[in-house]
C-alpha cells in the first residue's frame, strides 16, 4: 500500500446516504478523517459537516468515470463502497480500488454482484497484492461468521439455514428498495442455496424458521450471501438463505413507482432491532448461533469500518475473500459488542 504512515486513510464513495452517514460518524468516533468521494461535491460536503467532518477530504468523481475514480482513491488504503444496486453500480468503484492499490470492502447484499467479486476480480486483487471483503452487512457479514463457527460445533458436513428477522417487518430506506429491484427477479426466484457441492436455483423444501422467542413461521427461500461464502472455508452439504414468506409476497407488488415513491431513509418510529440466525444441523447435533442488533443500517456501516480498519492493518492475504477468510471470527464478532451487538452459539 502507498500509506506507510500509521495513521491509515479511508475512503468513502456514497457518502451522502443513509448509511454513509453512518459510516462518516464511526470513522469520526474513532478519529480518522475520511476521504469523501462522489459525483456532486456540494452534497459530500453537507455530509461531512453533518457528520463534524470539516478537514474530510472532498474529491469529485463519478461512476462512470474511471480515471477520476482512481486518481481520487490513489492514496487510499481502503475503499468503502456504500451503493444501491451493486449489481448495476457496483463495478466502477471496485476495479477503480484494484487500480488504484486499495483494499476494499462494501456493503453488498446481490449474490449476483458478489459472485462477479469472486469469479472476476479476485485474481486481478491477488496479482496486485489487494484484499477484497465484499458483502459486509448486519445479515451477511454475521452470517458468514457464524456460519463459520457452528458448522465446527457439529459432525461431519453441516447443514446450513440463514436467516434474518426484521423486526420493523421489513420497511427500510429507498436505497434498499432500489438494491432489490435491480434484480428483483433473482429476489422473487430466491437466487442461489447450496447443495451436491454447488450452487443451484429452485426452491429446496423448507417448512418453517424458528426465530429466538417467536413462534414458527412459513419460511421461504431467500437470496443472501453466505450461500456464496461459507462453502469457501466450512464443511457444508447445504446452505440456504430464508426469510418470512410474507416478505416475499411484497417483492410481488415492487415496481419502480412504489420505490420512488419510498422515503430515503426508515421511518423513524420502526422498531429496526434484528436477530441474524444462523442454524447448523449435522450427526444428529443442531448449532445455532444468534447476533442481535440495534439497527440493520446503522450496524451495518460500523461492521464496514471494522473491517476497513482491519484491512488497513495490511495483514490479510490478497484476492477475493469471504469475511471468515480475511478475519478472526470470534475476535471480529466480539469487537461489535461495545456498539450494542451481541452473538451467542448454544446448542438445540
Known sequence: MTNTNSTKTIAVYGATGHTGGYLLAELRRRELTPVLVGRDADRLRTAATAAD???????????????????????????????????????????????????????????????????????????????????????????????????????????????????????????????????????????????????????????????????????????????????????????????PTEFHEGLKKLTADVVAALPATPDPASDLHYDLVVDAEGSGKSVRGVLSGLDSYRDSALMAVEAAVRLAENTTKPGALAAAEAFDATDFLDALAPHGITWRIEEL
Open 53 to 243: 467532518l470539516a478537514d474530510a477530504d472532498i474529491r469529485v468523481a463519478s461512476l462512470d468515470d474511471h480515471d477520476a475514480l482512481v486518481a481520487a482513491f490513489r492514496d487510499a488504503d481502503v475503499v468503502i463502497s456504500s451503493l444501491p444496486a451493486y449489481v448495476d453500480h457496483g463495478e466502477a468503484v471496485l476495479s477503480a480500488a484494484i487500480d488504484a492499490d486499495a483494499h476494499y470492502t462494501d456493503l453488498s447484499g446481490e449474490q449476483l454482484f458478489v459472485r462477479r467479486v469472486f469469479e472476476d476480480y479476485s485474481a486481478r486483487a491477488e496479482a496486485a497484492g489487494i484484499t477484497l471483503v465484499p458483502a459486509v452487512t448486519d445479515s451477511n457479514l454475521p452470517g458468514d461468521l457464524l456460519g463459520h463457527l457452528t458448522s465446527r460445533r457439529v459432525d461431519g458436513a453441516a447443514e446450513i439455514t440463514i436467516s434474518h428477522h426484521s423486526r420493523s417487518g421489513g420497511d427500510g430506506s429507498r436505497g434498499s428498495a432500489e438494491t432489490v429491484l435491480a434484480s428483483v427477479d433473482w429476489f422473487r426466484e430466491g437466487g442461489w442455496h447450496y447443495a451436491d457441492s454447488g450452487w443451484q436455483t429452485g426452491r429446496p423444501p423448507v417448512a418453517e424458521l424458528r426465530y429466538p422467542t417467536e413462534q414458527p413461521r412459513p419460511a421461504s427461500k431467500f437470496p443472501l450471501t453466505p450461500v456464496l461464502t461459507i462453502p469457501r472455508h466450512s464443511a457444508v452439504s447445504s446452505v440456504t438463505g430464508l426469510l
